[in-house]
């Protein structure tokens, strides 16, 4: 059987209601520091192996540096920005911490942004995010 579309599912850590399915290989999560109001960006991709669907961060950037946000080593200050490639292995899920009380999170796809408010109301708690297997949208 063929592979289905692959995107990125979305879920309330405290809910039990069924994810929202986006889809969508390549995707940006940028937020503001609460404290420092420094954008950060991260680029990922979703991954078939022969595990399943996993998420590789790519790139990410850094508007400046602040308290207790210190580029990587090895991050590279390109137009304002420090530029890097994370370490990190690849996931099988993220957990996004959203709060009440700072900006949401942007959710980036093809250099156009929107609040993942958007896509998925936050609850002031944790978000999570995993590759999956989408249905396809009709129309398309």
Excluded: N
């Amino acid at each position: 059987m063929a592979a289905g579309l692959a995107g990125v599912c979305l879920a309330l850590a405290a809910a039990t209601a069924a994810p929202v399915q986006v889809p969508a290989t390549r995707f940006t999560l940028a937020w503001t520091h609460s404290i420092e109001k420094t954008r950060w960006e991260e680029d990922y991709a979703i991954q078939r192996t022969a595990q399943g669907l996993r998420l590789l961060a790519l790139d990410a950037r850094i508007r400046g540096s602040g308290a207790g946000m210190e580029p990587p080593a090895g991050a590279v200050l390109r137009d304002g920005w420090y530029v890097y490639r994370p370490s990190t292995p690849s996931l099988e899920e993220l957990r996004l911490t959203r709060s009440p009380f700072t900006a949401d999170y942007d959710w980036c796809v093809d250099g156009r942004c929107r609040p993942l408010q958007d896509l998925l109301p936050a609850d002031g708690g944790v978000t999570r995010l995993w590759p999956c297997e989408v249905r396809a949208q009709p129309g398309r």
